[in-house]
């Protein structure tokens, strides 16, 4: 029979306290560790400090993969119950009036990228561009990638903390990041701002977007929603 | 000559002299392989080895961008990884109902005075003489991925279905769960180098026997029992 010290179970129990150790403090010790893992992360082109646990953006995507647009073919459509359609390229949308916001991005998985810098168009300068009709009630959202939607009311869409973005973390927002536009509905979880934006149809009923027809809550507000009780932005 | 290598022309009842074999590793004419793993054992070790595997797939897609980028679909792979890793513990708890299996454990449990000087000792000045049926890496290997299992299960668990823990509470788990993944892939890579070594280790894994000159030689305190050849 076997015999000696039952060290093994005991390494199995130092290992459960020090797991549970590292939940009641690992977010302080994480944003310690960003303070030097991001300087080296921005010098780094061999991309191996990703493989560092650390905050920051983690990339989302629900399909195989999103095709690239630029400047010089990007386009986004506002249309539905509304005045004066438009067709808007990238240079239409930096020559409208700019709104800066730095604020939190919070996803509903748990993950929060604080002080976020974010430029772009108020959308509800662009719904005043376009006039909405009367009987306007909703927006559906639609990406390139050809599979994502989301939905907001008029009245959610017209709040000041919500812009169409056109740059974020101080520069044009990437391809990964959903660029060249994405929007960023800085009151609600991350599967409200919408990747790779590409149209905006003005309807009379909310349409649930991909992620709300999965479980989701329509109304994604940031500790009010989804069971959640994050610190709202 | 071992009596499964001639059955047929051996007048000695091949039985009998297993039997006068089992009592000790020495002792001439003995049987050429003896038993390592029941099949509960190898049982659980593969279905854990290939849970694991698809954990370490998806979580790779998932956390490292490039590869997030290339593959896309998170629904599909984030439901992957989840059922996975939930499923993880469950062959290991299937294979206690196994009293072999539970003396596999006990013996990994057990650190002996000669496990804590083997492991203070350089690999190549290591005396085997006292080394039992696991060595002491193999047991702290053992242990370290019992409780990296049931930590990842339990911070993996936080951020699926956390909802009442405090923000940063969540952080942690994802921080931990970050954090070990890395340790457990490098563990998990010193393995597949062990192994990639010794053959007759991974016989044991993949049969349930190894030679018996090879249980002599690094388990000599290992109380063994005869076997029939692998059979693969």
């Keep these: ?233 | 000559m071992s009596p499964s290598e001639d059955p047929a022309g051996n007048p000695e009842d091949p039985a009998e002299a297993t039997a006068a074999d089992s009592d000790g590793p020495a002792g001439d004419g003995a049987a050429a392989f003896v038993r390592r793993f029941g099949p509960a054992t190898r049982w659980a070790h593969w279905s854990t080895a290939a849970l694991t595997a698809v954990c370490l797939a998806t979580a790779a897609v998932l956390y490292l961008g490039p590869l997030a980028t290339l593959v896309g679909r998170r629904q599909l792979v984030s439901a992957v990884h989840l059922y996975a890793g939930l499923a993880l513990p469950a062959p290991m708890l299937a294979a206690a109902l196994s009293a072999a299996y539970r003396r596999d454990l006990a013996e990994l449990d057990r650190f002996t005075p000669a496990d804590w000087k083997w492991l203070r000792t350089r690999p190549r000045r290591r005396h085997t003489d006292a080394v039992g049926k696991f060595n002491a890496g193999q047991k702290l290997y053992a242990a370290f991925v019992a409780g990296a299992v049931l930590v990842m299960l339990g911070t993996g668990v936080i951020m699926e279905f956390g909802g009442a823990f405090a923000v940063t509470h969540r952080t942690g788990a994802t921080f931990v769960h970050d954090l070990l993944a890395l340790s457990l892939f490098a563990g998990i890579c010193g393995h597949l180098w062990m192994a990639s070594r010794d053959p007759a280790a991974r016989l044991g894994m993949r049969t349930g026997v190894v030679p018996r000159p090879w249980a002599l030689r690094e388990h000599p305190a290992w109380h063994t029992e005869p076997d029939a050849p692998p059979t693969e």
């Design chain 1, 1 to 233: 029979m076997a015999e000696g010290t039952p060290v093994g179970r005991r390494v199995v129990f130092v290992m459960l306290g020090l797991g549970a150790l590292g939940v009641a403090v690992g977010a302080d010790v994480q944003r310690g560790t960003d303070r030097f893992v991001a300087p080296l992360r921005e010098n780094d082109p061999t991309g191996l400090t990703d493989l560092l646990p650390s905050g920051g953006f983690r990339y989302y995507s629900v399909v195989a993969s999103v095709p690239e647009r630029t400047s010089a073919d990007y386009e986004l459509r506002v249309h539905g119950l509304v005045d004066r359609p438009l067709t808007l390229t990238l240079d239409d949308l930096s020559r409208m009036p700019q709104t800066e916001l730095v604020r939190d991005f919070q996803c509903v998985t748990g993950w929060r990228v604080t002080s976020v810098r974010w430029t772009g168009v108020r959308l509800a300068d662009l719904l005043d561009a376009a006039g909405t009709r009367p009987g306007a009630t909703a927006l559906t959202f639609r990406s390139f990638d050809g599979a994502y939607t989301e939905s907001l009311t008029i009245d959610q869409a017209r709040r000041p903390d919500v812009l169409v973005a056109l740059t974020m973390l101080d520069g044009p927002i990437t391809h990964d990041h959903g660029g060249p536009v994405r929007l960023y509905v800085a009151p609600m979880y991350g599967y409200k701002s919408i990747k790779w934006l590409a149209e905006i149809e003005v309807v009379d009923t909310v349409t649930p977007g991909f992620w709300e027809q999965r479980g989701y809550d329509v109304d994604g507000w940031i500790g009010k929603s989804n069971g959640r009780d994050d610190e709202p932005v």
